[in-house]
């Protein structure tokens, strides 16, 4: 299959079939598993995974990808999807879901916090990215890597840095380096903010300025004495802070 690369589609297309098979184990499919692939691309991913599946599903934007695909696969081994991921709704496609891809950068965050909204039909996720993204999605509190990223998507997902992708993997070969990711949702009952909608928001705040303290960066949802009967130190910053404690803020306040 022949494409030309699209740069507003963030297309980097990876070659390296000792990555492709080292990727494939770490997934490791299963015949009857629900899978999903974004962004297919030049199938990669997809061929390897159609030799263990019975069916796969794909969601890919390129129009141009979209009609290689269909020449190349069958309905009966293939449902595509010619949609924008960021846009699709996953849970249109059943429960348990395991979801595979190697997301374009260039719309990596957004389309992470997108998938977060279907976390309770998803089985798994694993992804590559930017190498820099994954830092921080796994960051941890204390590090410059810990955010407002690190916090969404851990409040979600059990998180699993796997290992480290060469840019010489990809053709055209981008200027950052990559690493693979392991998502896997918490379970719901682990899922303590009251009101999801107020917790976003404190995190947002707290990380507008990450270089405020909490008593500065909060000010306007709590006081000292607030800090106090919640046990936190007013004078920390935002990156000092566990989930667990955003968590107990928002249920505070609410």
Do not use: C, W
């Not at 589609?9 to 997934?27: H, R």
């Not at 290992?163 to 682990?190: H, N, T």
């Not at 990450?210 to 935002?238: C, H, M, P, W």
């Amino acid at each position: 299959m022949r494409h030309n690369p699209r740069k507003r589609f963030g297309q980097n297309f990876l070659f390296d079939q000792y990555i492709i098979n080292k990727i494939i184990t770490e997934f490791y499919p299963r015949k009857d598993d629900r899978i999903i692939e974004i962004g297919p691309g030049l199938g990669a991913l997809t061929r390897p995974l159609l030799q263990v599946i019975d069916h796969l599903h794909v969601v890919e934007i390129d129009r141009d990808i979209v009609d290689k695909l269909k020449i190349e696969f069958s309905h009966e081994n293939m449902t595509i999807h010619a949609a924008d991921a960021l846009q699709f709704d996953f849970s249109a496609l059943g429960n348990q879901l395991r979801i595979i891809g190697n997301l374009p950068y260039n719309i990596s965050t957004p389309l992470l916090f997108h998938l977060s909204q279907f976390s309770e039909h998803i089985l798994d996720m694993h992804f590559m990215l930017q190498k820099e993204v994954v830092e921080r999605m796994v960051g941890v509190p204390g590090t410059s890597d810990y955010g407002r990223l690190s916090i969404m998507l851990q409040y979600r997902f059990d998180m699993e840095y796997v290992f480290d992708v060469p840019a010489e993997s990809f053709r055209p070969q981008p200027k950052v380096e990559s690493a693979i990711v392991r998502m896997i949702p918490r379970p719901v009952p682990l899922l303590m903010a009251i009101d999801e909608t107020l917790f976003s928001q404190i995190v947002l705040t707290a990380f507008s300025q990450r270089r405020k303290t909490l008593r500065n960066a909060l000010q306007q949802y709590l006081t000292v004495e607030d800090f106090s009967a919640l046990d936190i130190d007013s004078g920390l910053r935002a990156e000092n802070l566990s989930v667990e404690k955003f968590v107990a803020i928002t249920n505070f306040l609410t």
